[in-house]
């Protein structure tokens, strides 16, 4: 876990974060959605590296007092080893810098993972959005967290 170190995500590791995208999502993003998410003002980007290489990342918005993830994974080869962890925790700790106060996010109602991942940090469920995920036609949980 030591050898994990985070930094802003630059506009240059935009195409190994789309390798780990094509990986984690049935519906992965566009290399555009991650541009405009580096060059976006209230937006929030940390990509997580070991021994040099990118294995995860975060994409975060926020407005006022409230907080969006709107992007999260780390490569299916480094998972359970923290990296995760490492990059919300960071975007915590930023966001509390900001004054933001609620986060929350959209889950595919089948990912475990990721749900016991956030419920981890506390993150409570707060609603269904139905059929918000599309291959497959999935609804989404939504969670809240406080900050
Ligand atoms: C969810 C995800 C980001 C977690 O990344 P990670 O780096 O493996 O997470 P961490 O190692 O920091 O895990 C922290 C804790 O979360 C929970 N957790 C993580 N993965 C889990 C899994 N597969 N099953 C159950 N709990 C899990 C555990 O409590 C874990 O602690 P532990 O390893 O000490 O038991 C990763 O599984 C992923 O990229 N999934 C695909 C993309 C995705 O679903 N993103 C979220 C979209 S909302």
């Known amino acids: 876990m030591t050898d994990i170190v985070t930094r802003k995500m630059e506009e240059d590791d935009v195409p190994a974060v789309l390798k ?5 999502f049935s519906t992965p993003w566009s290399e555009y959605s991650f541009l405009n998410e580096i060059y976006k003002k209230y937006a929030f980007t940390r990509v997580a590296l070991s ?12 407005v006022l007092h409230e907080a969006h993830i709107l992007n999260l994974a ?12 490492l990059l919300m925790d960071e975007a915590l700790r930023e966001l509390k810098k900001k004054n933001c106060v609620f986060i929350y996010l959209e889950v595919r109602v089948s990912n475990t993972a990721a749900r ?16 918000y995920y599309a291959s497959p036609d999935e609804d989404a949980l939504l969670m809240m967290g406080r900050i």
């Open 116 to 131: 016991e991942f956030y419920e981890g940090f506390g993150f409570k469920p707060a609603g269904i959005r139905k059929k």
């Open 74 to 85: 780390v490569d299916p080869d480094f998972r359970r080893r923290g990296a995760a962890t």
């Open 20 to 24: 780990i995208e094509r990986l984690s």
């Open 51 to 62: 021994e040099g290489n990118i294995i995860g990342y975060i994409c975060v918005n926020f």
